[in-house]
């Protein structure tokens, strides 16, 4: 089985920087309530290739391996990989659906083929394989759908017991997937928030009944999964990264953690300081980020009443909303909302158009993207990738 190999010298809170140790017991986060992020020695993972400079002796050696997630391996975790096949997903060139909104050249990240059709497999894949490397037995989150199935699915390939805490509002097909994978589904009134809520007060007092939460930020390595996006959009780009980057955000780890790539590819000299302009999409009936980035803030308070069908963007608030916006605004980047009607609309193009069965939170950035170009704020010339983070088949009753 394959394996992360990556040297971790510390895990760092993004919030007020304190460190600790990575090793067990698991990492859950930093006494201030921020978010913990894994810091890598990547000079040693340069020195392990025996290159210097321009490295390219170390993405040499990474190419050479299978495609998918763990072909990183200096830039993951140092344990045995629980794995299903994820990562490495196609980046499709999306011609007509660029001519019909006048972009320039249009790409799609399409998430929906990794294993349970969604993104959220690369960060189960990484945090389940750290956590059952430390010993971790029951694995418990809340999720709006995707990242429960993910879980569920990585769970039980470690061998883990996995206790699911959803919204009753989820999609039918979601909840029978979780429960198919042998997941405990607690369904809970309300939105996502609330069903962490419901979570938090059945697990008691840390490590009282031996349950580890994997709820989005509040452990260190589902970010480590999630960047590898960043990685292959560099390799699949042909060593260069886009213009801009679309990015449906709920809970943001995605979005975090390509930025956080991004900063190692330019420490293991593979890119200069150049980045992506990144954009995060939101529903206009839950856009906590949008809100505050329009409003100059350094966090976002939480949306009251969430609704929208995208249930990926159900989500009322982050623990990572001071990292995602610090990333938009050092990137030059930008947030924008849209109604449940263009984003509806904006999947069935993407779907006519190209053959991509999206998700609606993928058409999310379809309808952003539209917007953005009739508004000026991409140019047509400039190179767009947009992220389908899941199958729309999930969403058929």
Same mark, same amino acid.
């Given at each position: 089985m394959s394996a992360g190999t990556g040297r971790i010298e510390r895990l760092e809170c993004g919030r007020c920087g304190r460190a600790r140790p990575f090793g067990p017991p698991p990492a859950t986060m930093c006494p201030c309530g921020g978010t913990l992020l894994a810091r890598y020695d990547l000079k040693a993972a340069k020195a392990a290739a025996g290159g210097s400079g321009h490295d390219a002796p170390l993405l040499a050696r990474v190419q050479a391996r299978p495609p998918d997630l763990w072909r990183y391996a200096e830039m993951l975790p140092p344990v045995p990989a629980v794995t299903l096949g994820e990562g490495f997903t196609p980046l499709l060139e999306a011609p007509r659906l660029g001519a019909a909104l006048g972009a320039g050249r249009l790409l799609v990240k399409d998430e929906s083929q990794n294993p349970t059709g969604s993104f959220k497999a690369r960060g189960m894949a990484v945090a389940v394989s750290v956590a059952?490397?430390?010993?971790?037995?029951?694995?418990? #989150?809340?999720?709006?759908?995707? #990242?429960?199935? /993910?879980?569920?699915?990585?769970?039980?390939? /470690?061998?883990?017991?996995?206790?699911?805490?959803?919204?009753?509002?989820?999609?039918?097909?979601?909840?029978?997937?979780?429960?198919?994978?042998?997941?405990?589904?607690?369904?809970?009134?309300?939105?996502?928030? =609330?069903?962490?809520?419901?979570?938090?007060?059945?697990?008691?007092?840390?490590?009282?009944?031996?349950?580890?939460?994997?709820?989005?930020?509040?452990?260190?390595?589902?970010?480590?999964?999630?960047?590898?996006?960043?990685?292959?959009?560099?390799?699949?780009?042909?060593?260069?990264?886009? =213009?801009?980057?679309?990015?449906? +955000?709920?809970?943001?780890?995605?979005?975090?953690?390509?930025?956080?790539?991004?900063?190692?590819?330019q420490a293991l000299g593979w890119i200069d300081a150049a980045r992506p302009r990144m954009v995060s999409v939101q529903a206009q009936g839950c856009a906590p980020i949008v809100r505050a980035f329009a /409003?100059?803030?350094?966090?976002?308070?939480?949306?009251? =009443?969430?609704?929208?069908?995208?249930?990926?963007?159900?989500?009322?608030?982050?623990?990572? =909303?001071?990292?995602?916006?610090?990333?938009?605004?050092?990137?030059?980047?930008?947030?924008?909302?849209?109604?449940?009607?263009?984003?509806? /609309?904006? +999947? #069935?193009?993407?779907?006519?158009?190209?053959?991509?069965?999206?998700?609606?939170?993928?058409?999310?950035?379809?309808?952003?993207?539209?917007t953005m170009l009739r508004d000026g704020r991409v140019g047509r010339a400039e190179v767009v990738v947009l992220f389908n983070t899941g199958s729309g088949i999930k969403y058929a009753a």
């Open positions: 059952a490397a430390h010993g971790v037995k029951v694995a418990a #989150a809340p999720s709006a759908g995707n #990242a429960g199935s /993910a879980l569920a699915a990585y769970g039980a390939r /470690a061998g883990m017991e996995v206790r699911l805490y959803l919204p009753e509002s989820t999609p039918s097909p979601l909840i029978a997937e979780a429960r198919r994978l042998g997941a405990r589904v607690t369904l809970v009134p309300g939105s996502i928030a =609330d069903a962490g809520k419901a979570l938090r007060a059945a697990l008691g007092p840390p490590q009282e009944n031996g349950w580890f939460d994997f709820s989005t930020l509040r452990e260190p390595f589902r970010v480590e999964g999630k960047k590898t996006m960043g990685y292959e959009l560099f390799e699949q780009l042909g060593g260069r990264l886009p =213009d801009v980057i679309l990015y449906p +955000t709920g809970g943001g780890t995605g979005l975090i953690g390509m930025w956080k790539a991004f900063d190692e590819m /409003a100059g803030r350094e966090t976002a308070e939480p949306w009251a =009443d969430p609704v929208t069908v995208a249930w990926g963007l159900r989500v009322p608030g982050s623990l990572g =909303d001071a990292l995602m916006l610090r990333a938009l605004r050092e990137s030059g980047g930008d947030a924008v909302a849209v109604s449940d009607d263009d984003l509806l /609309a904006a +999947t #069935a193009r993407l779907a006519t158009l190209e053959g991509i069965d999206a998700c609606p939170e993928g058409g999310a950035c379809v309808a952003a993207l539209e």
